[in-house]
């Protein structure tokens, strides 16, 4: 079709008006007049593939098909309807009812793919279930320590605890009974393990060897036990941990 020609033809609201004299590389921007009054610029090719068929005013045509989810189950969650745009969606949503009574808005790939499957009252029961068979005792839990210990996970520094500071030393911590410690600064990165290791030996391995042996006396004597709660004290003395405790 010659330019001439492609004067004056419509493509959906839009109506073809002149050469706008711009051009978007070799293509001619042509100047079109919406339905509405607007006016908009656009190649040949958008109008005639259909990208572009108003000057905005009408929203285009999503390429997506939407799944028809309703009544799918997904876990604990029930799909009840799918939420458009019009509904204030900024991406494909669908409304849920969870077997609890609770109503949310989750998306179709967390649906779809298992990432969502309750309104979190299932996650909230687990933990639940997960406090009722821990130990905590003096701000501590026996069973994270022992994790903690076991761990072989390494952080940016290459250990847990150890945090390479600007000056290029490695900085050492440790966490116990909500207080943090810096243990001190190293340039050889095997010192700094070693000073974390000892931490733990001091602090999580004797706490949980301390508490084993409690509760061994414990079940052999309620009575006992009942009078004298489990404790374990740490206080830092010069850069070393001392250690009170009734788990002797």
Same mark, same amino acid.
């Given at each position: ?32 007049? +919406? @339905?509405? $009054?607007? /006016? ?6 958008? #109008?005639?593939? &259909?990208?572009? =068929? *108003?000057? %905005? !005013? ?39 009812? +969870? @077997?609890? $009574?609770? /109503? ?6 967390? #649906?779809?793919? &298992?990432?969502? =499957? *309750?309104? %979190? !009252? ?5 933990s639940e279930k997960m406090h009722d068979h821990m130990h905590y005792q003096n701000n501590t839990c026996v069973e994270m320590l022992k994790r903690a210990c076991s761990t072989t996970d390494k952080n940016k520094a290459g250990f847990r605890g ?21 243990? %001190? ?64």
């Amino acid at each position: 079709m010659k330019n001439s020609d492609f004067l004056g033809c419509r493509f959906g609201k839009l109506t073809v008006m002149e050469d706008s004299g711009q051009r978007n590389g070799n293509s001619v921007l042509w100047q079109c007049k +919406c @339905d509405c $009054g607007g /006016e908009i610029l656009a190649m040949r090719h958008q #109008l005639a593939k &259909g990208v572009i =068929q *108003s000057c %905005g !005013c009408v929203p285009r045509p999503t390429q997506q098909k939407v799944i028809n989810l309703t009544g799918r189950r997904f876990g604990r969650l029930t799909a009840l309807y799918h939420l458009s745009k019009e509904d204030g969606a900024k991406s494909s949503c669908w409304h849920c009812r +969870c @077997d609890c $009574g609770k /109503e949310l808005d989750v998306r179709t790939e967390n #649906l779809l793919r &298992g990432r969502t =499957q *309750s309104c %979190g !009252c299932w996650n909230r029961e687990q933990s639940e279930k997960m406090h009722d068979h821990m130990h905590y005792q003096n701000n501590t839990c026996v069973e994270m320590l022992k994790r903690a210990c076991s761990t072989t996970d390494k952080n940016k520094a290459g250990f847990r605890g150890l945090f390479l500071a600007k000056s290029g030393k490695y900085r050492v911590t440790i966490t116990f009974q909500k207080k943090h410690y810096t243990l %001190g600064y190293y340039r050889n990165f095997d010192e700094a393990v070693r000073a974390r290791l000892r931490a733990e030996e001091d602090l999580h391995t004797g706490y949980i060897s301390a508490f084993e042996r409690y509760s061994e006396k414990a079940t052999a004597d309620p009575a006992w036990a009942e009078k004298n709660p489990f404790f374990y004290q740490v206080t830092r003395v010069n850069g070393d941990f001392q250690v009170h405790t009734n788990g002797e």
